[in-house]
């Protein structure tokens, strides 16, 4: 392509070990190049721009300094990988991140030796790291083989109290780690909490103390060339504060902070890191999210996650919707009962924007409370909350929930506390692949006894939903739905309150019964008009709650129908292995009712977009129409004649 960048310097290298072969000079070239070749593709892409623009030039230090793929570079969340990934050996894959049979947007073992470890979600890459330097001294092995291991990690990540416990333990390990904390004061929303505050106080405010345990004393060390360097690096420090008195407490030698987009710094500090170390040993690295692309820098969220843009204008070319986004509908719902009742107040964790909740914020900034990278603490913080006679929703994706279920279980449900949890990103979600899918909540909500668990059709449905978990006290309830947008029905001013465990009847029909769980329903009414052709006209409900069942619903279409079949964007264990059970004790199996349940498959799906994935789960509307055509032995009875 004619517009791609010119990257003379960059077009030489393959693989990291060429690093090796370059000056500090050529070095701080190739920086430049690879930051235009990073904006050249994700214009190309979308995706998450700013972060890789942020480490570009510790990424290309980090490589020429230590030995990958021996060395384990160990990314924290991902977002930050994409230079990475050019410099080991996929660049010519690289304009194929995030979409289907390409590139993932994160760190994957499966993809390269480069990647020792894959992080799509905060806070991993210090336990990682750990883990690999006790396997290399205990001898463990791998193809590429053990040698340092090197967390990089942002200080949004810091809040999670994972990190802690993993530097806990590195401290009293003594083994020897790097871990590289890339501080940007950015993490996706504007950073939170004392961490943070701590983190800027480091150089703002404590005098100059000299690179401690690393640093001293090994310029003298260093090859001849890079003394004058290092002296440099080291000069530029005074005046800047450094204190590191958490990480040494936590038994961390501290160097920093030092400047992470220059090489003149970087590289001598690793250098002499990477000569001297014995120990674990936190380098504090400031740098600047969107670093070198003006429409980034000047975002606000710094160009965290873009979809494809023009280079020149930085604009980004979204396809306009047709109708509002889950999200937004969930968020203007919300604001509605928070206007009628004081008590309503909204919880989550680092993701207001991706939760809608950012508009929330503005109109009652003293009921939102955004708890950073910290979906533990967020959980039980709303349960107390309840318990204290509020009335929090605990708004967050599936896949971040996951690291709060003990806390789910222990301090919610056990509670039979009234926290209402809004589960965003329900299902599959596209680009950001198996990481980041919603496949789970049904199946690990739906057997906590006492819990309410619902999901919304449409946006009209999610309405109501929202109004009635607000009004629901008398234990948790949830409510889940998808990432993007809605399917176009007209939407009430205020959602109405649902009867606790009754769904609805959409089409009254004969012989097949389709019972729907969440968003799926516009493809099961998809399904029924392609059948209504063949003569096959089946009923459909729409279950709403998976937990308490509609008892009465279920077993009315199970008692008149020769078929049922469930459908449900989660994995098995969920919504239909709950109606399957009721079905079972009630005996109606004995009298020969078929039963099928389409689930998402027992695999994870890799990227694509939302309909290819659901393609591939079988879970489309041709996918419907041909499982009711089979347990009715029509598609059978096709095939042979073919």
Known sequence: MNDRPKTPLLDTIDRPADLKQLTDRQLTQLAGELRAETISAVSVTGGHLGAGLGVVELTVALHAVFDTPRDKLVWDVGHQCYPHKILTERRDRIRTLRMKDGLSGFTKRSESPYDPFGAAHSSTSISAALGFAVARDLGGNTPEGLGDAIAVIGDGAMSAGMAYEAMNNAGHLKKRLIVILNDNEMSIAPPVGAMSSYLSRLYAEEPFQELKAAAKGAVSLLPEPFREGAKRARDVLKGMAVGGTLFEALGFSYVGPIDGHDMSQLLPVLRTVKQRATGPILIHVITKKGKGYAPAEAARDKGHATAKFDVVTGKQAKTPSNAPSYTSVFAKALLAEAAADDKICAVTAAMPDGTGLNMFADRYPSRCFDVGIAEQHGVTFSAALAAGGMKPFCTMYSTFLQRGYDQVVHDVAIQRLPVRFAIDRAGLVGADGA?????????????????????????????????TAAAHDSGPISVRFPRGEGVGVDLPDRGEILEIGKGRIVQDGARVAILSFGTRLSEVRKAAESLGAKGINPTIADARFAKPLD?????????????LITVEEGAVGGFGSHVAQLIAEEGIFDTGLRYRSMVLPDTFIDQASPADMYASAAMNAEHIEAKVLNVLGIAAIGEKRA
Not at 438 to 463: C, K, Q, R
């Open 435 to 467: 990481t980041h899918a919603g496949s789970y909540d049904i199946a690990y909500l739906a057997n906590l006894p006492g819990f309410t668990v619902m999901a919304a059709a449409d946006e009209a449905e999610l309405m109501h939903m929202v109004a």
């Open 551 to 563: 008892r009465d619903l279920i077993l009315s279409l199970a008692h008149n129908h020769e078929a």
